[in-house]
């Protein structure tokens, strides 16, 4: 691990400051990530701003009916909410597929966000990674690419964005508050928050140097039949082959699809808005509505698997909630 100096501001607006002073700064929070990737050298930051001690803990209600997470709260304590399970159980559901509970307990909502590829040429240090060095290549493409991105991936990257819980927010359709340097505050919808690779892929969200998310905001409850289902390598502590978020409706016995999020696919949580309202009656509505979502797949040399997976995965939920409806 490279040396680095650290610090400790006691607000937002102050850990933003004192990460664009200083080139190189990070934030730190729970670290789960981070930490990992400094002791790799992937990450070689300069200095830390440790933003555990600026009151962005809590879970607040808005004006608006919805709910306000702080940066700072903890997945264990975010899933384990009442309101949360109550009200967005897909959120819930999804927090708690994800890593382990000692991790959930660490990791923050902003970091969980903000985590970086589990692709393992990017932390191969050996290996060519645009993400990582931008300009060397792709080791992935043409390489070891199971995993890999089948949608939204460009020729300078197929990698895939790991975190189960921005699935979920994405199909809440949540927006990220932010603080800059300046002290400004903005609101950005999940959907803009993360960036295709294109030719940047190393660019990997819209936030600008030094800006601090600083919440996340849920708009009111949607209700209905609310599913998070991750097919994984293993049965835990393994990241997203194929996930599917999904919040459907109840109507006189059938089920409509009203939000639908996937995970594993792309290098952001990846929802096509065209392929929801769609009752979803049978599996042949399912194949429906997969179409729409795989309209422009392009599978790398070894995850073409994952179109059937996509299909027999959303199906296997929508039946999930058909189940539901019957009781």
Known sequence: MKAFTYERPGSAAEAAAAAVRTPGAKFIAGGTNLLDLMKLQIETPTHLVDVNNIGLDRIEPTDQGGLRIGALVRNTDLAADP???????????AIVSGASGQLRNKATTAGNLLQRTRCPYFYDTDMPCN????????????????????????????ATHPSDMAVAMRALDANVETVAPSGASRSIPIADLH????????????????????AVTLPKPRGGVQLYR??????????ATVSVALIAKIEEG?????????????HKPWRVEQAERAVAGSDAAA????????????????????LPLVRRTLSATLEHAREGASR
């Open 287 to 306: 194949d429906s509505i997969a179409d729409i979502v795989l309209a422009g797949a392009r599978p790398a040399e070894q995850n073409a698997y994952k």
């Open 131 to 158: 993400k990582r060095a931008p300009g060397s290549g792709c080791a992935a493409i043409g390489g070891l690419n199971a995993n890999h991105a089948i949608l939204g991936a460009s020729e300078a990257c197929i």
């Open 254 to 266: 059938r089920v409509t699809v009203d939000r639908l999020a996937f995970g594993g696919l792309a």
């Open 230 to 239: 991750k097919v994984r390598e293993r049965a835990s502590y393994a990241f």
């Open 195 to 214: 960036r295709l690779p294109g030719k940047t892929p190393h660019v990997e969200t819209m936030l600008e140097p030094g800006e601090l998310i600083a």
């Open 83 to 93: 309101r949360i399970r109550r009200d967005y159980g897909v959120l819930s559901r």
